[in-house]
């Protein structure tokens, strides 16, 4: 018995083996044909390059070798093409420098894997997935591993090419065109065509394009929080993750905001390679896109910055057994997206040009108009509490932390204690207080009604301060009234609404409150001398709204949003937001809460104010309020040197009575208590900072560790020193933790 047990193992195993040999036969083909199409692929471009043109090619042939052929041109740049892989050049003919689609092979090839050493030479990274799948496996491709059929067209100043992949059956066209001193990119919506087995998820054009190795001097810049930068290293780790953010923020919405990572406020990344630059900037399809760096050390010694354009998405669906499980959206998002790349060479090839070309386009094609006049004295930004529930068993208890006339008398006296100009901003100004929602929309009794509302605007007015009233119109609590948790809130692409784990917290549809933003807020505050509307939750948050009555995606519910500060201008003259997602810098007259720091990515050497720099000068801004940093004199030097307004968050009463409130982070607001340091500070920036408060940053840098330089549009410089001791700059002494102004050619 124990002999024939041992016989039918060995038969056994001895199948098994005929078949794994079998197997490796039937599979070595497919293999080495991968490997040789990829090792021919990365030849050196004077070398036989297999051809994927108009028609397929065995792997055993080779065609003639391709050269490069100049396929647009303008006064500063030249666009070079290769028929063979669609590799592209754009040189830069101020100083000869080359910027090209795929890494040098010899370059490439001195480290990573084989895998990686063949995507670097690709002309585009692909994501595609099968639908029919019972939960969602995404699969990574890119043009050398499909050795995608080609046609081409010739434009004016380009070229387009049509790229089918016939293993996938997924086809798109990719237009390379120069425009002035830029290379656009644009991968049209309507050109794709793909499988019912194979469904495109996302496409990144130009993954490589202008990559560094570790011996280049330089960085990358990404739009983590205001900016970070990322220097070129010899000696690095091995990364486990790159930087991917969703631009504006990711779609699926958050109910945990502790460590959540910062919002990519600007559809922008750019690469410094020694006296090189460019900026990226998507112009088209910045709603469903993201924005990838890869440091060298992720996957490949190479550091790379690119964008992703996105077609479909995740969620959550349902299965028959009732557990969850993640599938593709079935609607391809079929639009336009466009990648424009700007370039700069010599002195200009760093983060500050950069952040002036984004400036100079949003002023030229976005219609940014500077809301600050020159000469204008810089604003005292002050937050005022009015009133928040406390929660209790039977019924919540309303606490009035400022009354309307408290907060003018807080006006007064800064006034008279040598405030010239104030932004005031009001928060919980409705009958549910602060952070219940659908406020009410009505000034709550308790603190002085409408009448006491009226009678503040036109103290403010009368005085040339602002006074903007903040309300959040995107989120709704449970049980207050004023929405329908059926028809008026947000719905997932699983048809389900929007909610918390508890189904208390739900988000409305962007649709459906513009409609009724006009009746419910403008018509009952028309009568008020007050600035404007200040709106919550819009500069931070964007999604997909799948409401059968109103389905909007991102760039439709932002418009909804949009048309909302729309209107707020029309009837008041102005509109401000909080949180600083780029769509809202056209529409705002001040910015709230742009962030100071960024996520804190392992292989993010320096946070840099690179939104700071674009809006500066035409936008004020404020970030956290001074009163509720940890340290005021390191927050007030970083205030100084990103061009923030004073800014701080203030309450008639104690603080103490908002501990059993929703708003426990103001632990430190009492009025008198913060009035004299405030009113200080102030008067120590207008000092020295009103000369620039109006004009643009044209210039930050590091000057040595933990002192910086920034530069205004007159040639003035302001130095911040943080360390703890005095510095000598350029002869000029700056105190410790303290700054300096230096006018234009001292």
Same mark, same amino acid.
């Given at each position: 018995?124990?002999?024939? %047990? ?19 036969? %039937?599979? +070595?083909?497919?293999?080495? *044909? ?69 890494? $040098? ?14 995507? *670097? ?9 099968? $639908? ?50 830029? #290379? ?15 469904? =495109?998820?996302?496409?990144?054009? #130009? ?15 990404? $739009? ?29 919405? *958050? ?9 990519? +406020? ?66 391809? @998002? ?28 949003? %002023? ?34 309303? !606490? ?13 006296? +800064? ?89 208390? #917290?739900?988000? +409305? ?12 807020? @403008?018509?009952?505050?028309?009568? @008020? ?22 389905? =909007? ?51 993010? /050497? ?12 035409? %936008? ?9 940093? &940890? ?5 007030? @030097? ?25 708003? *426990? ?5 009492? &009025? ?46 302001? !130095? ?9 700059? /350029?002869?000029?002494?700056?105190? /410790? ?5 230096? $006018?234009?050619?001292?």
């Amino acid at each position: 018995m124990i002999t024939r %047990i041992a016989n039918r193992k060995t038969i056994y195993a001895a199948v098994v083996a005929v078949i794994v040999v079998l197997l490796v036969i %039937i599979a +070595l083909p497919s293999v080495k *044909s991968a490997i040789a199409r990829a090792q021919l692929e990365m030849k050196p471009k004077n070398e036989v390059v297999e051809a994927a043109a108009d028609t397929p090619t065995s792997d055993a042939e080779q065609q003639t070798p391709t050269e490069f052929k100049k396929v647009g041109e303008t006064e500063r740049l030249e666009l070079l093409f290769r028929s063979s892989d669609s590799a592209i050049v754009v040189k830069d003919k101020s100083n000869g420098y080359t910027w090209q689609s795929a890494v $040098p092979i010899q370059d490439a090839a001195t480290e990573g894997n084989d895998l990686w050493t063949a995507s *670097s030479q690709s002309i585009f990274h692909m994501t595609f997935t099968d $639908p029919n799948l019972p939960a969602l496996e995404t699969q990574e491709t890119n043009s050398v591993i499909e050795q995608p059929k080609i046609k081409t067209t010739a434009l004016d100043n380009g070229i387009s090419v049509h790229y089918e992949l016939p293993r996938l059956q997924i086809s798109f066209d990719m237009i390379f065109e120069l425009k002035g001193n830029a #290379l656009e990119v644009t991968v049209p919506g309507q050109s794709i065509q793909e499988a019912e087995n194979n469904w =495109l998820m996302a496409i990144s054009p #130009l993954p490589f394009f202008g990559a560094a190795l570790d011996h280049d001097q330089g960085y990358a810049i990404y $739009p983590d929080g205001p900016g970070a930068l990322s220097t070129f290293k010899s000696n690095h780790p091995n990364y486990l993750n790159p930087y991917k953010a969703s631009v504006y923020g990711s779609d699926t919405i *958050s109910f945990n905001n502790y460590q959540r990572q910062q919002n990519a +406020l600007l559809p922008i990344f750019g690469l410094k390679v020694n006296d090189n630059a460019f900026l990226g900037m998507i112009t088209k399809g910045e709603y469903d896109a993201n924005i990838l760096y890869s440091p060298s050390g992720y996957l490949i010694n190479m550091n790379r910055v690119s964008s992703e354009l996105v077609y479909r998405r995740e969620y959550e669906a349902v299965k028959k057994d009732g557990n969850l499980t993640k599938k593709p959206e079935k609607q391809l @998002l079929r639009e336009d997206h466009t990648i424009r790349y700007v370039f700069f060479s010599g002195k200009e090839a760093d983060y500050s040009h950069m952040a002036s070309a984004y400036r100079q386009y949003l %002023i030229d094609e976005k219609g940014v108009a500077p809301r600050i006049k020159k000469g204008e004295a810089i604003p005292f930004g002050l937050d005022l509490l009015m009133g928040i529930k406390e929660g209790q068993i039977l019924f919540d208890h309303f !606490i009035p932390t400022t009354s309307f006339e408290e907060a003018q008398d807080i006006m007064e006296d +800064l006034n008279k204690r040598g405030v010239s100009s104030i932004s005031a901003n009001l928060l919980g100004w409705t009958r549910e207080g602060y952070l219940e929602y659908p406020s009410g929309y009505k000034p709550s009794s308790k603190i002085g009604g409408t009448s006491g509302l009226k009678k503040l605007s036109e103290y403010a007015k009368a005085n040339n301060d602002q006074l903007f009233l903040q309300d959040n119109y995107i989120m709704a609590w449970k049980g207050v009234d004023g929405f329908s948790t059926r028809s008026d809130v947000v719905v997932g692409a699983n048809h389900f609404a929007v909610t918390d784990r508890y189904s208390e #917290l739900f988000y +409305l549809n962007a649709g459906k409150q513009n409609e009724r933003f006009q009746d419910k807020v @403008l018509d009952p505050l028309s009568k @008020l001398a007050i600035t404007g509307i200040n709106f919550d939750g819009i500069g931070y948050t964007d999604y997909y709204d799948y409401n059968k009555a109103y389905p =909007l995606n991102r760039e439709g519910t932002a418009s909804k949003w949009l048309e909302m500060m729309g209107k707020s201008v029309d009837q008041f003259g102005a509109a401000a937001s909080i949180g600083g997602n780029g769509y809202t810098i056209p529409h705002s007259s001040r910015l709230f809460s742009i962030p100071m720091e960024d996520s804190g990515y392992f292989f993010t /050497d320096e946070t840099i104010p690179f939104y700071q720099m674009v809006v500066h000068g035409l %936008i004020p801004y404020s970030g956290d309020a001074q009163n509720l940093f &940890y340290d005021p004199r390191l927050q007030f @030097l970083k205030m100084v040197e990103y061009g923030y307004m004073p800014y701080y968050q203030f309450t008639k009463k104690h603080s103490e009575d908002l501990k059993d409130t929703y708003y *426990s982070d103001l632990f430190s607001s009492a &009025y008198h208590n913060w009035v004299d340091q405030a009113v200080d500070q102030y008067k120590e920036m207008s000092e020295k900072l009103q000369p620039v408060w109006s004009q643009t940053m044209v210039g930050h840098r590091k000057l040595e560790k933990d002192v910086y330089e920034v530069v205004y549009e007159d040639g003035s410089r302001l !130095i911040v020193n943080y360390l703890p001791r005095e510095v000598k700059i /350029d002869g000029h002494l700056v105190p /410790d933790k303290d700054f300096i102004v230096v $006018p234009k050619g001292g």
